[in-house]
């Protein structure tokens, strides 16, 4: 696929055009999943409630994935995409027309990153980093995949004291420039974590990942890489999570805002999360639709283009179930936002000293399953010396 053009998610429209663009645009809601869930993970905790899936048996369900709405898969590099099976994964795309997205270096999990991956002080490790993010950047450039995801994950600490911050972030972003130069024009989508399995995750938080984006970007050298950028096009993106985001304690519009207002979302992670607590996975909508709500409305103010990827953790129900519920609660909650009254919205965002308490009792109406049992807006929100 060529570079998705992401610039003009950083439009800024006047009123009058954003009411326009709220009224014309709508979300196209294609559905991405990681392979990684389609199979039990382990757990500190408790045994395995399902047996272990191989690829092929995931490639298999997957496939009967595809009429409901899948259109894309995610794998890591080497552990579930690799020069030996890539065949596997080409002949899957061939039958069930389900592409892989992205090829994502598996940066976390190998013993040697016990320190650190590409912020790792030692050499060694460090390098080995690098090596895998090259080869699975090439291999993405080589099957035309969209991006490569990169998570932190074990990039970080849990003792501060007498740590080289500056230095630490220094040789993260320097690693991850030298491997995306080593494949000129593939995009990297960052998936931001504040904790877990560190005690603290390097650019845990969404903006700290737009900043990241900046210092990447900055120490890009390759030819073709140098051109994209003097374009306007950002190579350095975004794959938000929404359980990340909310482990965070972040607001999800206001944390999706600070990549879409550069033209940096690239993807999205979508489950859902309690504030804080340990990294659940839970289906989409579960807990806190309205902030699903509010975070699809800010995509559509900003007309997002990109996939929907699912990331969930069904450990006690099966993966396909689990698949059809989270896109069933987006398509639900997509149906729900373009139905609104945009004109009225923005109005009311706009000159909030006029319209005191009206954005609160329309959103309660429309969710609502009987509004017509409420007291009229108008009583609603008429003050009380009238």
């Known amino acids: 696929m060529p570079l998705q053009d992401l610039r003009d998610q950083a439009v800024s429209r006047s009123e009058e055009e954003l009411v326009g663009h709220l009224g014309s645009f709508e979300l196209k809601l294609e559905f991405s999943a990681g392979i990684w869930f389609f199979s039990p993970f382990d757990s500190r905790f408790h045994a395995k409630y399902k047996p272990d899936l191989d690829l092929e048996r995931r490639l298999e369900i997957a496939a009967g994935l595809g009429e409901y709405g899948l259109i894309g898969l995610e794998a890591h590099y080497p552990n579930e995409v ?50 895998r993010a090259k080869r699975a950047f ?116 206001y944390a999706l805002s600070w990549p879409l207002g550069e033209g940096r979302l690239a993807h999205t992670h979508w489950n859902s999360q309690p504030l804080g607590n340990y990294d659940q996975d839970l289906n989409v909508g579960v807990v806190s639709p309205e902030q699903m709500e509010a975070g699809l409305y800010v995509l559509k103010m900003h007309g997002y283009t990109g996939h929907f990827g699912i990331d969930v953790n069904p450990e006690r129900m099966p993966v396909e179930v689990a698949m059809r519920n989270s896109m069933d609660a987006l398509r639900a909650a997509n149906d729900r936002i ?14 909030p000293d006029a319209d005191r308490g009206w954005l609160e009792a329309y959103l309660i109406r429309q969710r609502a399953s009987h509004p017509d049992r409420l007291p009229s807006i108008e009583a609603a929100v008429r003050p009380a010396d009238d």
């Not at 040697?112 to 690098?130: T, V």
Request: aromatic share 10%; proline share 7%; hydrophobic share 40%.
């Open 82 to 131: 690799n020069e030996e099976n890539l065949e596997v994964w080409q002949r899957f795309t061939r039958d069930t027309g389900i592409r892989l997205i992205t090829v994502i270096p598996l940066l976390f999990y190998d013993p040697e990153f016990e320190f650190g991956a590409l912020s790792n002080p030692r050499p060694g490790p460090r390098r080995m980093a690098i090596e």
């Open 338 to 351: 373009n139905g609104l009254d945009h004109a009225r919205i923005v109005e009311a965002t706009m000159r």
């Open 138 to 253: 090439a291999l993405a450039r080589e099957i035309d995949a969209d991006f490569s995801v990169v998570w932190a994950g074990i990039d970080g600490y849990e003792n501060p004291f007498g740590i080289d911050f500056a230095a630490m972030r220094q040789r993260f972003a320097e690693g991850l420039a030298e491997a995306m130069d080593a494949s000129p024009g593939v995009r990297v989508a960052f998936e931001p974590k504040p904790y877990e399995p560190r005690g603290r995750i390097l650019y845990g938080l969404t903006p700290e990942g737009v900043l990241l984006g900046h210092q990447v970007e900055a120490l890009l050298a390759a030819e073709e890489n140098r051109r994209l950028l003097d374009e306007g096009h950002k190579l350095f993106c975004m794959n938000p999570e929404i359980g990340h985001v909310l482990m965070g304690f972040e607001d999800l519009p």
